[in-house]
């Protein structure tokens, strides 16, 4: 079936790095995406990769995709209390976005 | 300065009674999409719109009914025939479906009463 898959939950301390998986169904797709949502708020897009990298990076943030495994990380340098928020995986499909069901990431000071 | 507007950001339904959520973006996307967010669930696909005067069901389309007469504008309602209304509603936009990224609304809070 068409299910992204993510932990629920991650829990880092200030100044450390967090690593949010996740794993993804299809291999045709072409984008994978990385959203943000703070509390009582929309998604915001943090960043994608194209399905022919390995990696991309955009300031703190570090996107690794394994094609063969169908994984996808999230890392965040420099973990910030600000960084606290709900954190969702996403896969592109023919028609729409296939959403994960989103990491909690708490970060304590 | 171009965005995805939804309102109202919290509304009360009454049961039996329809309600309509609305949904504005000035981005010239062609696509819109409805999604439904409950706790632990993640985001459910309710309803999409890839070009004016036509959309499709999503994964949990029973209850709610949309229509795209506007490129800016795609409204929800949710019906009475929708059993478990409540919920938080995100808008989004793309350029087009297929590997665009999403611009989602602030979201709407729907509580029945």
């Known amino acids: 079936g068409e299910d992204v898959e993510q932990s629920l939950f991650l829990s880092v301390r200030e100044g450390d790095s967090s690593v949010i998986n996740c794993t993804y169904t299809?291999?045709?797709?072409?984008?994978l995406y990385w959203y943000k949502q703070e509390p009582g708020a929309g998604l915001q897009l943090l960043t994608y990769i194209f399905s022919n990298m390995d990696m991309k990076q955009d300031q703190r943030l570090t996107v690794l995709l394994n094609k063969k495994d169908k994984h996808l990380s999230l890392r965040i340098a420099d973990t910030q209390t600000g960084d606290s928020a709900i954190y969702f995986c996403a896969e592109s499909m023919a028609t729409a976005l296939i959403f994960g069901k989103g990491t909690t990431l708490s970060v304590s000071s | 300065d171009g965005g995805i507007t939804q309102s109202p950001k919290y509304l009360f339904r009454k049961e039996g009674q329809n309600v309509t959520l609305s949904c504005e973006q000035n981005?010239?996307?062609?696509?819109m999409y409805w999604y439904r967010q409950d706790p632990g669930q993640g985001l459910r696909l309710i309803y999409y719109s890839q070009i004016v005067n036509d959309f499709q069901k999503g994964d949990i389309a029973e209850g709610y009914s949309v229509s795209r007469e506007k490129k800016e504008s795609f409204p929800l309602t949710v019906t009475s025939a929708q059993k478990n209304p409540t919920a938080f509603y995100l808008c989004?936009?793309?350029?087009?479906?297929?590997?665009?990224?999403?611009?989602f609304g602030s979201g709407t809070r729907l509580t029945v009463v």
């Open positions: 299809d291999s045709s797709s072409t984008y």
């Open positions: 989004a936009s793309s350029m087009g479906t297929g590997g665009y990224g999403y611009t």
């Open positions: 981005l010239n996307h062609d696509a």
